[in-house]
């Protein structure tokens, strides 16, 4: 049976991409409308935080700090000095789109997907993959990115736009475009959410934020809906394992996004530690330092 208990005290307004360190045992994740990275221990004590000075998108564990998908682009935290150096910034002077949620390929290679701003039509938006110092794209006609995640041999990747109300997965290639390979792993919109963040465990199945319905859902790799777990908190937005064993299940949560996502419930913007699942996590891929490759690419 699983055992939701609040993990620390602090409250985010847009609670996004956690991601745990087995190296530091310590759980790092983002407040995007805060413009801030935060890092806790196990217990969700010991709190230290990062000023990004805007939005914050999405982080991946990186050999030297943290590669961070910014309003417009990838750069690396030092969260020694807390020093951001730009890596490469594919979306700058767009003001259409800004980066979203992203998680690092089981080979090491950060991805992030941008999101359109709430006054634009249409689908501008793009799924990045990071490859030295440029950002290739792999996927577009986004209109809001979210759920990706990678089954444990690396062989798939499951994707979201979340305003379709769907959930797709791509044979997955380290190289070259995969958008062909995309097909329909589940329809969230008739369960009642649209699909939020997303992580898979060690099994192949993925955990999936229904953000709209307050439930965080299990999915097979078959697409098949095998369990819901009810939120105690509204508006749950992305779940990522960790903690010993990688037996505990992370979720943030929303509290004021500035949009559509506010709530006045006294535990608004909380995470989540999961424990009692039937399953464990997969630690994710530690990235290299894109700056420290050699490369002289642009994006």
Request: proline residues 6%.
């Amino acid at each position: 049976m699983p055992h939701l208990a609040l993990y620390g005290t602090h409250r985010n307004k847009l609670g996004e991409s956690p991601v745990w360190d087995p190296g530091s045992d310590r759980l790092y994740w983002v407040d995007s409308v805060s413009n801030t990275i935060f890092s806790a221990d196990e217990q969700g004590e010991g709190l230290e935080s990062w000023d990004a000075a805007t939005t914050v998108g999405s982080i991946a564990l990186c050999e030297d700090g943290l590669l961070v998908a910014l309003d417009d682009g990838f750069f690396l935290l030092d969260t020694d000095s807390g020093d951001l150096q730009e890596i490469c910034r594919p979306e700058k002077g767009n003001e259409e789109v800004r980066f979203n949620d992203g998680k690092a390929d089981r080979q090491g290679r950060f991805l992030a997907g941008t999101m359109r701003h709430s006054d634009v039509d249409g689908a501008p938006g793009k799924l990045y993959r990071l490859e030295g110092r440029a950002a290739r794209e792999i996927e577009s006609g986004i209109k809001l990115a979210n759920s990706l995640c990678f089954s444990p041999d690396g062989g798939t990747m499951y994707f979201a736009d979340s305003l379709q109300g769907c959930i797709w997965a791509y044979d997955y290639k380290t190289d070259g475009p995969i958008a062909a390979t995309r097909r329909t792993l589940i329809e969230t919109a008739p369960l009642g959410s649209a699909p939020d963040g997303a992580t898979v465990d060690a099994e192949g199945f993925l955990w999936v934020a229904f953000v709209q319905s307050d439930e965080i859902a299990r999915i097979s790799p078959e697409g098949e809906l095998v369990e819901r777990i009810a939120s105690p908190v509204p508006y749950p937005s992305c779940p990522a394992f960790g903690g010993a064993n990688m037996q505990t299940l992370f979720v943030t949560t929303l509290w004021d996004t500035g949009g559509m996502f506010q709530t006045d419930h006294e535990h608004g913007g909380r995470m989540l530690a999961i424990t009692g699942l039937p399953c464990r996590g997969i630690p994710e891929a530690v990235c290299p330092n894109p700056l420290r490759e050699g490369t002289d690419n642009e994006s």
